[in-house]
Nanobody
């Protein structure tokens, strides 16, 4: 099992920046892909960005490409989502996800609200 804890959400003005963190614990060496997802009220959860455990490439939703960056620390225990040039449409609960051969694990989410 993998446990995930997100943090870093909050209120940010349009055009501003925010960095989300996701700390992973447990069987972290079984993580194949780490991803960030988001869910706005009344909408389905959608993929924001993913990175395999190798860190060799990244994948982004079209709506955030060029504005958001997924990364991780050298210990591979913390993943980040750097959000820049945020827009009101980025308002959502953000979740990190760890995909392993034993299943998919989710954090509890952190709320991001973009408003002036």
């Amino acid at each position: 099992q993998v446990q995930l804890v997100e943090s870093g959400g909050g209120l940010v003005q349009p055009g501003g920046s925010l960095r989300l963190s996701c700390v992973a614990s447990g069987n972290i060496y079984n993580i194949a892909v780490m991803g960030w997802y988001r869910q706005a009220p009344g909408k389905q959860r959608e993929l924001v960005a993913t990175m395999p455990s190798s860190g060799r490439f990244t994948n982004y939703a079209y709506s955030v490409k060029g504005r958001f960056t997924i990364s991780r620390d050298s210990a591979e225990t913390t993943w980040y989502l750097q959000m820049s040039s945020v827009e009101p449409e980025d308002t959502a609960a953000y979740y990190c996800n760890a995909a392993t051969n034993g299943g998919s694990f989710w954090g509890q989410g952190t709320q991001v609200t973009v408003s002036s």
